[in-house]
Structures are given as structure tokens and as C-alpha cells.
């Protein structure tokens, strides 16, 4: 059998290997003898199974995933939230906690441009339902925003949350992870600049090892040395971490 | 016989890369062959507007190709799409289109803008591989790449990447031409001019060989991007 | 507009600071001009890049009849064309009131400010003269189009040679580019200063640019003489405000032109 590379950078069309020793998983298909690489992205071999990670690309929407996103529209019973993919996210009256009375301005609550984090509820093939149903899901405040590759987003959190605790500590900032990449950060101005510089950081140079090491010498140097948050400032949102792997 | 640049019949005319010139773009490449020069970047997936034009079954592959109004080799080209770019942009998009899979953008569009910097002949061709390029950098799943760039037939000899002025040569037949590198298929085939079957399927087979010869320039300057990070 | 990236810029504000850390009246970078980014089919052509955002500018030259009022005159015209390749928000289709602004502002400068010596322009009084046209793309709208556009017309200007006019056919050679630059008289520049919540500005941001209370581009000359001016945005400015901002345009208009 022969050996493939790993973490290769691969482009659509490369061939990846020929003959049926392996078999193609995500980012690949097979013509005839020969396992093809669909993306710009890196090779992933484990076993016999061939897969291409995608180095870029917008979102794919994932039930049950954090996002944030911005009201680009409404109508008398929806807004619709730009999440950086193909479709928009729709968020009915129904699912936000206040309850709304009937023939209500929708713009009272969220209007154009304002920026939200929500669940999502449900994904179709052509819709993606969302929901502001539960702990920390909110319209955020002002905040300055940093968008990295979705696919980045499992490293910028960390295991349980260890990279991004330590974000949160040292820069004293709040800050919210969408799974769809898009970042919301609240603090000091100068900590808010040195979190986004630790997350651009992440989002550049995911693959290096050490890389946790270098994110907190470059907090330590550069955060201002304002309080950390108690855990009582915080809303508590879920973060899932995923395997690097995924 | 020696071609009026000095370059043997098959020879291509210098190319240069790049992805990721347009950092507001989910993709962006620069595509340059000899003195033509072209910009492309790709927007989307996105939700398509107007909402009519929206099918569930499958998204809207949209190339605009448009040549900047200094980018002609006489008169200012006069802005404004004419019946001449609007053509361009849709072969364009059939040439690409092969190597998608649009029926995974219900309701979206994924938009290719195009703009012509400088021209010298073959310009849907440099199009199509910028455009090609910034597909893959935008992350967007492709079957594969796709290559093109015209051949010419002129003075009894089969040239490959007709330049300017070659294209002005009384009698010169222009074959613009794009294929997928892996199976050799062929997206885009148009022929100005007179040619005999069999000089036209040598003509392609040499368009085809030349065409591998460009999918190696574009498939460098996609890991190009990413290199210097890779190796740090 | 009370979006929450416009309470996050003024929030900043307050504290002279800005969304990606620069101080009210500085420039992003690199600032940079480089020429002949087209020099086979352009009379002269430019691409400026002033942080992330690039713009290109490409001359060209026509031969036609002059306008009745200036027989002996050539004349200057400048065209913009948003392109949506460089800004997801812009679309395709005739020029919007946007676009023409731009083009309107920079053109304002070049000919108030006397760029092209427009007598050097004319071929034979009262009947042929030369036109010249800039046009104007941006290629990554990352903000502040009115200064990248500015100096990429003046550098495509600068850049361009007249191409060969043979009198007996009365046609172009665009093939036969001359030695001949164009007559550049002088080199008006513009540089448009914002204001968002009391705090004057230069080199906005996209974000900041929507934020924008009211913003004066002012076109300069070398010796510091003003030759034109645009009002912008939805509120109104104070003759202090535009006081300052004039010596604020008068300050960078130098040090950009240095570029060049």
C-alpha cells in the first residue's frame, strides 16, 4: 500500500491516490482508480480513509451550533440574520425569549445591523431556522467584531474552552465564539485589540504547535492588567469545542 | 517557422499567479498570460436577490466579464455591457459550471466578477482561469480545475496561445478552448474561422497538452497562498 | 443610524482610538503608487493601495472636435465604475449617484486645479483637440475611496505619453506610444477628512465610512491653495470643523503627494 502524505496542501482536481487501497471520505471523490480532491485544503489520513480539510470556505450551518450573526431584514413575524453562508437565517417571534404582541414593531426589539447571537434550531436543505431560546443567546452590544475561518473556530475555543478561558482572563474582554466564525469581543478598547489580535493569530497559524504557548506570552506582554471578569459577569454560553480532527 | 514574439509553435507565452488579491472577495486570483492580464473574485455562495430568480433545486452560477475601459489595444472600450461581454461572461460560465455541484446552493448564487486589467488576445481564457482559481480559493467544492487558452491556425501551422497579433492575421483561426486537466473533458469551444476537421482535432489535441502546462501554473499559485504559513 | 458598529466607533472614540487601532489622523498602511500596471493598452495607468484597499487607474486618449466655448482647449473627463468584483455590496449596472460622485469630486480637482495644461492639449485650433480620459476601478473596497482614487487619476496622469497622431489620416497609432508626457501643469490632490461624534478623521474605514456625520474632501494644490471641495453626510459642519479640517486636507495632501 502506498503512503500518503498528511497535512499536504492539496488543490480540486490533485490526485490523491490510485488503486482501491483507501477510500475516499469528505473533500475527495473517486473517478474510476483514482481518489480526487474537491478543495484548496489539507490531506487527512487516518487508516485507510482519505480526507481533504478544507483551508477556507463559508460556513455550513450545523444544528445546534452558536452563531452570530446581523439583521439584514424583517418582516411582520421574522428577521432574517446574515451568518456569512449561502442562506439566511431565520429568527420567528416565537423563538426569542420576550414575547411579542401581535402586529408588533419587529424593529423595537432587533433592527438592521444590529448583531445577535442565536442558536440553530433546524437546517433544511434550503432554510436554517434559528432560535434565541436559552442561556447567553442575546443581541450583543457594542463590540468589536472579528470574523476567522469557521473551520478555525474548534481551535480558538480550545479543549473545553482552554484557549479561550485564557483569552477572556487575561484580556478581562467578553467574548462571544459564533461557530460561524464571526467573533464578538467587549472590553477595554486596547484588551478589545489584543484579544483580536490573539484570535487572528489563532486563525492564521492553527496548525503550528505551540502554538497555546505563544497566545499566552502575547496576552501576557500586551493585555492591560484590568481585573478579569468574574465569572458572575459573564453570560454563561455554551461553547463546544470540536475535535481538530473533524 | 518563427511566430512573430519568437516562440515556437507550442510554446505558451509567459504566465504568472496569484490567489487572494481581493481580500473582500471569498476568493480572489490574478491570471496573466503574456500581455493579458485578468482579475476574478467570487462571491458566495450567497442568498440570491431578487427573491423570484431563486430555484430550490439548484443555485445560480453569475460571471460577469468585463474589460476595463483602458484595457484595449485601440479606442477606449466604452463602459457598459455590450452583446459581445455578455456572451463572454455566459460561455464562461459553462465552462466552469462542469466542475460544480450547484444543486448544493438551493435559492443561492455564486457570482464571478471578472475585470480585464490589460488585453492581448485570449482573454475569455485568462478569464476562465483566474475564475477557475478563485472558485478553489473561495473553498467552493470542485471536481476540478478548469484551464483554457486559444489555439490558433494560421499560414498552415497549428499555434498554440495566439497573441494580439497574430489574432489579426488575415485568415488566422482563432479556437478558444478550456478543459478539466484530469479527464481531459472540454467546457469551452469556440471557432472563429475556417479549419479542416482533422487539423481542428490536432489543434485541440495541442490545446489540450497546453492546457496541463497552465493547470501546473494555477495549482502552484493555490498553495502558494498557503506555503510560507504551511512551512513555519 | 445606531447600529452597534456605530455605537462601537464612537464608543472608541472617546478614547481618540479607532476599530483597528490607529490615532484619528493616521493613514493605514502600506500607502503605496505603483505605475504601468497596464502599459500596453493604457496611455498611463496607475494602482494605489492605501491598507487593504486598492484601486487601479488606467489613461486614455481620443481625438475629437472641441467644445464650442474653448476651441482651443483639450479637454479632461473621468469615469468611476464600482465594481462588484471589489465590494460585495456593490452591483452591476449603470453607474449609481455613488459612483458619479466619485468620479465628479476627483474630476472637480484635476480641472479646477488646472492638472493638464488643456491649451498643450489642443491639435489644430477649432477643430481637433485631445481628450483625456481616467478611468477609475477599486479592486478591493476596503474604505476611503475619494483619497485612493485621488491619487491614482494624478499618478495614471503623470504616468501617460501621448500616443502618435498622424495628421494626413487623422487617426491614433495607440501602438506608437511617443516620448511625450502629458502637459501635467500641477498636481491637485484631494484628501477627504470625516467627522463621527465630534472626532475629525482621515482615511476611513468601510465601517467608519458608513458612520460618517459629515465629511469634507478638499483637492489641494502644491502650494497649499485650495481648488476644490465636496460636503458630504447627513449633518452639518461648523465653520471651526471646517477650518480644521481644511488644514488637516492641507497637511496630508503634502504627504501624500510625496508618493507620487
Known sequence: ????????????????????????????????????????????????????????????????????????????????????CANMGVLSVREISEFVERGADLAE?????????????????????????????????????????????????????????????????????????????????????????????????????????????????????????????????????????? | MKRNDGRAPEELRKMEAKTGIIKRADGSAMFRIGETIAYAAVYGPRELHPKFMQNPEKGLLRCNYNMMAFSGSG?????????????????????????????????????????????????RCAGICAAAMALADAGIPMKDLVSALSVGYLRNEIVVDINGEEDMNEGATDIAFACLPITG???????????????????????????????????????????????? | MTSMMHDHITALLQKEMREDGRKPLEY????????????????GSARVTIGETIVVAGVKLEVGAPFPDSQDEGNIMVNVELTP????????????????????????????????????LCIKEGEKV????????????????????????????????????????????????????????????????IKINGTLMVDPTIEEWKSVDARLTVGVLENGVICAMQKGGPKALTMEDISKMVDIAVEHTAKLRKLL
Not at chain 1, 60 to 81: A, E, H, L, Q
Not at chain 1, 233 to 243: K, L, V, Y
Not at chain 2, 88 to 98: D, F, H, W
Request: proline residues 5%; charged residues 30%.
Open chain 3, 85 to 120: 468584483l471589489s465590494n460585495p455590496e456593490y452591483e452591476l449596472g449603470p453607474p449609481s449617484v455613488v459612483a458619479i460622485e466619485y468620479a465628479r469630486v476627483v474630476d472637480r480637482a484635476l480641472r479646477e486645479g488646472h492638472a493638464l495644461d488643456t491649451k498643450k
Open chain 2, 75 to 123: 479606442d477606449r472600450v466604452r463602459p457598459s455591457a455590450n452583446r459581445r461581454s455578455r456572451e463572454i461572461s455566459m460561455v464562461i460560465e459553462k465552462a466552469l459550471e462542469p466542475v460544480l455541484d450547484l444543486t448544493a446552493y438551493p435559492n443561492a448564487v455564486i457570482d464571478i466578477f471578472i475585470e480585464l486589467v490589460q488585453t492581448d488576445a485570449g482573454t
Open chain 1, 1 to 84: 500500500m502506498e503512503t500518503i502524505e498528511n497535512k499536504k496542501i492539496v488543490v480540486p482536481g490533485e490526485v490523491l491516490a490510485t488503486g482501491m487501497d483507501f477510500l475516499p471520505s469528505s473533500g475527495t471523490y473517486r473517478d474510476k482508480d483514482k481518489i480526487v480532491s474537491i478543495y484548496v485544503g489539507l490531506t487527512n489520513v487516518s487508516g485507510r480513509v482519505i480526507r481533504v480539510i478544507p483551508l477556507r470556505g463559508r460556513y455550513m450551518p450545523k444544528r445546534d451550533d452558536t452563531i452570530v450573526g446581523k439583521i439584514m431584514d424583517m418582516t411582520f413575524s421574522n428577521w432574517f440574520i446574515d451568518m456569512g
Open chain 1, 109 to 246: 426589539y432587533f433592527s438592521h445591523g444590529d448583531y445577535v447571537v442565536c442558536k440553530i434550531s433546524k437546517v433544511t436543505r434550503s432554510s436554517v431556522d434559528l432560535s434565541m431560546r436559552g442561556p447567553g443567546l442575546r443581541k450583543l452590544g457594542p463590540g468589536k467584531l472579528v470574523q476567522v475561518d469557521s473551520s478555525k473556530v474548534p481551535r480558538i475555543i480550545g479543549k473545553q474552552g482552554s484557549m479561550i478561558s485564557m483569552i477572556k482572563d487575561k484580556t478581562a474582554c467578553r467574548i462571544v465564539v459564533g461557530q460561524n466564525g464571526t467573533v464578538w469581543i467587549q472590553g477595554a478598547p486596547e484588551d478589545e485589540m489584543v484579544a483580536a489580535e490573539a484570535i487572528y493569530k489563532i486563525n492564521q497559524e492553527s496548525h503550528r504547535e505551540g502554538l497555546t504557548e505563544e497566545i499566552a506570552s502575547l496576552l501576557e506582554k500586551k493585555a492591560s492588567k484590568n481585573k478579569p471578569l468574574t465569572r458572575e459577569d459573564e453570560e454563561p454560553i455554551m461553547e463546544r469545542g470540536r475535535n481538530e480532527t473533524e
Open chain 2, 185 to 232: 473533458e472540454v467546457s469551452l469551444l469556440q471557432v472563429d474561422g475556417e479549419i479542416k476537421k482533422d487539423v481542428l482535432l490536432k489543434a485541440l489535441d495541442k490545446a489540450k497538452e497546453a492546457a496541463m502546462k497552465i493547470a501546473e501554473v494555477q495549482r502552484k499559485a493555490l498553495k502558494e497562498r498557503y506555503h510560507d504559513k504551511h512551512d513555519a
Open chain 3, 130 to 193: 485631445w481628450t483625456v480620459i481616467v478611468d477609475l476601478y477599486p479592486i478591493n473596497d476596503a474604505g476611503n475611496l475619494f483619497d485612493a482614487f485621488s491619487l491614482a487619476a494624478l499618478a495614471a496622469l503623470k504616468n501617460a505619453n501621448f500616443p502618435t497622431f498622424d495628421k494626413k489620416t487623422e487617426k491614433i497609432d495607440y501602438k506608437k506610444k511617443t516620448k511625450t508626457p502629458l502637459p501635467l501643469d500641477k498636481s491637485p490632490l484631494e484628501v477627504t477628512v
Open chain 3, 28 to 43: 493605514r498602511k502600506p500607502i503605496k503608487v505603483e505605475y504601468d500596471i497596464s502599459p500596453k493598452s493604457a496611455e
